[in-house]
């Protein structure tokens, strides 16, 4: 082999190993996103002063390509519709960018927000539900964790029909997408006597797990398992995206084997299995 032939053979060589690594690159960036759309979704640690509150958020892990602006009400309330099923909603803003659903409910002092969903032409999905808790003599019901489940699996499953695929143009690549997610809830609320934290759980038993004495419900900023929460393959069971979740969620409120008491849980909802808790 001559010396031109060596070189050229190089040559090859270097461009074959540059285009390997290029791909290499675009398919990490691929499979990690920016995170750039779910990135407005903080302030879960809020308190609210008429109903506690489970947060949901999701949105693509890249951002996508918009469709245009006048089209997006329409879309978003096929989007909505399948968040509240039967649930009697109504539009409370519609703009170029975002769309605001409410369900009403009577409250102690009217009619308030029970539920809220903003669907973004982003893609970014952000809903409030607000949970079914009483309470009287500033003592709150247990924190209801078939509800919490109900409302993360519906939204898990929205997410993978066509009418949330619809609110952005679609990629070659569409089937494989990830969605980051944020998911918290309020720890206390507020009242005209003062501020009310939830202290039980809806499971049998519950009360016999061991916990802090001097700790109270609490939800980071970003919402509990941030960071396991990025990037997540549409197809994978709901109980990966619901169990860091509810483990972070027990080990903030002071419980001290947050992973067996989530296994006693799960095993009493039957979290893992089908059929999923329903929303009523």
């Known amino acids: 082999m001559s010396f031109g032939e060596v070189d050229a053979a190089g040559n090859i060589f270097e461009k074959a190993w540059w285009l390997l ?17 779910i990135a407005p979704c903080g302030g879960m640690e809020r308190d609210y002063s008429d109903r506690f509150v489970v947060r949901v958020c999701v949105a693509p892990t890249r951002a996508v390509k918009p469709i245009e602006s006048v089209d997006l009400a329409a879309r978003a309330q096929v989007v909505a519709r399948e968040v509240f099923g039967e649930l009697p909603y109504e539009v409370d803003y519609a703009g170029d960018e975002q769309v605001r659903f409410v369900v009403k409910d009577d409250g102690e002092f009217g009619v308030f927000s029970r539920h809220q969903l903003d669907v973004h032409g982003s893609g ?17 019901d247990p924190l209801p964790l078939a509800e919490v489940a109900a409302v993360i699996q519906r939204l898990h499953t929205v997410v993978q029909g066509s009418a949330y695929r619809n609110l952005y143009r679609k990629r070659w690549s569409e089937k494989h997408r990830r969605h980051d997610w944020r998911i918290g809830v309020s720890g206390s609320i507020s009242t005209i006597k003062g501020q009310v934290v939830w202290e039980r ?21 970003i919402g509990f398992a941030a960071g396991q929460l990025l990037s997540r393959k549409q ?46």
């Open 21 to 37: 690594q290029s791909g290499w690159r675009w398919g990490k960036r691929t499979v990690q996103g920016d995170h750039y759309t």
């Open 201 to 221: 759980l809806d499971v049998p038993g519950s009360d016999s797990f061991a916990r802090a004495s001097r700790r109270y419900a609490n939800c980071p900023h």
């Open 235 to 280: 197809d994978e069971a709901t109980i990966a995206i619901l169990r860091p979740v509810l483990e972070e969620l027990l080990m903030h409120a002071g419980y001290l084997d947050a992973r067996q008491s989530v296994a006693v849980i799960v095993a009493h909802h039957q979290l893992d299995v089908p059929p999923r808790p329903a929303l009523a």
């Open 124 to 140: 970014l999905l952000d809903l409030r539900w607000g949970l079914r808790m009483a309470v009287v003599d500033m003592v709150a």
